[in-house]
């Protein structure tokens, strides 16, 4: 289930992740600072989802008392905000180095796709109402930089880097289910797993019934027949892209 970002009142996000961040107070815990805060809830998040983050939980690793986070994070809603830009400020924003637009949003997309499989409970967190940071913005206003001036307008550009994020996020996450099996070989794992299911399923789809499916389904689960699915999707998805971008330069030149 998705968890919600921004519920309660995003100026203290906004104020949070723009402004100075607050000073360590007194005392025997006058070192904690709101970074580490959030160091702690992203380490918790990657070993056990965003579920698992909890001001408790944080306090525990920390070594401090659950009230005293409070004094640098209001709440889990606003800790939510300031992970998610945390996390976004691991992207490699220098998508430049590559040439022209198909190579850098390849690029992007390979960066987002590492991002989300070393963090994978941003995907479980809702984008609706996120509040964005300037580590998240950066990385919006680089993506969008690489599709501005190729013939789009501003709605394709928006809508060319949610298709790309979009794919990246769907391949993400079937990546993250197969390594969900603590085991080195994550492909061999999920074979098995068909090879010993296909007796029964044999008594309900007799085999030669669906010969399609059945060369396809030896593909999907074949390690050796497994090539990079993933640069595959991705190329597909940029050439509608290319082929968006082309009509609008006969378009134009007409």
């Known amino acids: ?36 805060i959030v160091a702690a809830a992203i380490q918790i998040a990657d070993t056990g989802g965003i579920g698992a983050v909890t001001m408790r939980g944080i306090a525990d690793t920390l070594g401090v008392g659950a009230m005293s986070l409070y004094r640098h994070v209001p709440g889990k809603d606003e800790l939510i905000d300031l992970m998610m830009d945390t996390v976004m400020g691991e992207q490699y924003l220098d998508y430049t180095a590559e ?59 928006a809508a060319t880097v949610e298709l790309v994020t979009g794919y990246v996020d769907h391949a993400a996450r079937n990546e993250f289910e197969l390594t969900q099996a603590d085991v080195a070989d994550a492909s061999a794992v999920q074979l098995a797993w068909w090879e010993g299911s296909a007796p029964a399923a044999a008594t309900w789809m007799p085999r030669g019934q669906f010969p399609v499916h059945e060369r396809m389904t030896r593909i999907w689960y074949n390690q050796d027949e497994q090539q990079d699915m993933f640069t595959f999707g991705l190329e597909r998805v940029l050439d509608g892209i290319d082929m968006l971008v082309t009509a609008r330069a006969t378009t134009h030149d007409e």
């Open 1 to 36: 289930m998705s968890q919600p970002a921004s519920r309660s009142d995003p100026s203290r996000s906004l104020a949070l992740l723009w402004g100075p961040r607050p000073q360590s107070g007194r005392g025997p815990q006058s070192g904690l600072n709101s970074s580490q």
């Open 99 to 157: 040439t022209g637009w198909r190579r850098q949003l390849a690029a992007y997309a390979r960066n987002a796709l590492e991002r989300r499989l070393r963090h994978p409970w941003i995907l479980d967190v809702s984008h609706n109402r996120t509040v964005q940071g300037p580590n998240w913005v950066a990385v919006l206003d680089a993506v969008a930089t690489i599709v501005d001036g190729i013939g789009l307008s501003d709605w394709e550009m």
